[in-house]
């Protein structure tokens, strides 16, 4: 039957799912057309009117909003009086607009690397200025990790000390897109534990970063010939490092590490 009414009657479906709507501004889409979408998805064919009350997105942008989406290949009209919107198959829209969501990451990252990268291998040395950083949060820590890596050539050496199985794979991951020479160092002993913990706190230096006698217990240290890093273990995540930037005291690491007999693998 054909109602001559100029309102469509609309079809009872939830509110706007705000963890949808945030996935599709993550494809591309903005607030009002990711609105727009969704209402769409759910309801089925409606009039401008009709998407402008139920998505919220006011009347005076909902044309621009339709034009956007159509044009884009997420929405189609339906040549009716008054004209009808309906959207397009989320299976053919979500996998387009990821593709591109994809394409243009690429082309920025690649933009990134070469402008960024070569600002920053430009910049003065500012080495004297921070021999310690103090890094937070594991991609953060994780981030440093691999610029240590890629800092030099001459080799890694990572130790680990009573750290659980997935901190161990997560090293040897990380460790996998290093293409350099590689040790590590595995301290699981007590009497081991306590040499090497015990030669660190009466360190000067350290003692001033208030560095306790089980320093070592639960953290992962990596080094290089000028670099190095310890960061702490909690469970799955790793929650604070000390990154080192002092030739000197690099060698007096490894002098320590080297009268400490860990195991070796």
Do not use: C
């Not at 350099?180 to 660190?200: H, L, P, R, T």
């Not at 690099?250 to 195991?263: D, G, N, V, Y």
């Amino acid at each position: 039957m054909h109602i001559a009414s100029g309102h469509s009657i609309m079809k009872n479906t939830p509110q706007l799912d705000t963890e949808i709507l945030e996935r599709l501004k993550e494809m591309g889409l903005t607030e009002y057309d990711a609105k727009v979408y969704h209402i769409l998805v759910s309801q089925g064919t409606l009039t401008a009117a009709d998407i402008s009350r139920e998505s919220g997105v006011p009347m005076s942008k909902i044309y621009i909003v339709l034009n956007k989406l159509e044009n884009a290949g997420w929405i189609s009209v339906v040549p009716e009086r008054p004209k009808k919107y309906r959207a397009v198959d989320p299976g053919v829209t979500i996998g387009q607009a990821s593709s591109l969501a994809i394409s243009r990451l690429e082309n920025s990252k690649n933009v990134l690397l070469k402008s960024l990268k070569e600002t920053y291998d430009k910049r003065p040395d500012d080495t004297e200025a921070s021999e310690f950083l103090v890094v937070h949060g594991t991609i953060n820590i994780i981030n440093h990790f691999k610029e240590i890596m890629g800092s030099q050539d001459k080799g890694v050496t990572v130790m680990l000390a009573f750290v659980n199985s997935r901190t161990v794979e997560r090293i040897y991951e990380l460790l996998s897109e290093y293409g350099g020479n590689k040790q590590i160092i595995i301290v699981n002993e007590n009497d081991e534990i306590k040499k090497i913990a015990e030669s660190f706190a009466y360190i000067p230096y350290l003692k001033a970063f208030g560095v306790p006698h089980n320093w070592f217990e639960g953290v992962v240290f990596v080094f290089t010939e000028n670099r190095g890093m310890y960061f702490n273990v909690d469970a799955d995540e790793f929650k604070m490092a000390l990154v080192i930037r002092d030739r000197g005291f690099m060698e007096l690491i490894k002098m320590l590490l080297e009268h400490s007999h860990p195991r070796r693998m």
